[in-house]
């Protein structure tokens, strides 16, 4: 991930170290749930913690994809 989101190794809120990377899709438009097409919805992945539901970071599919695509060694 980028530096910022693996340094995180505890909660700030309550010092807990159980955390958990989840996604989540988020519409992007005003379109109703039902008429939405994938040019209305994204991708977000979010470092939360375990104890107390603090949200630590989020970053973009696109960008954990650009990510991970940096960090391909061609074989």
Known sequence: MNIQASSIVECK???STHLTWQTSIINRSNVQQGRLNTSDVACLFFLG???CSETLQTISADKVANLMNAA???A
């Open 13 to 15: 809120e309550c010092g």
């Open 72 to 74: 391909l060694v061609p």
């Open 49 to 51: 913690c375990d104890e």
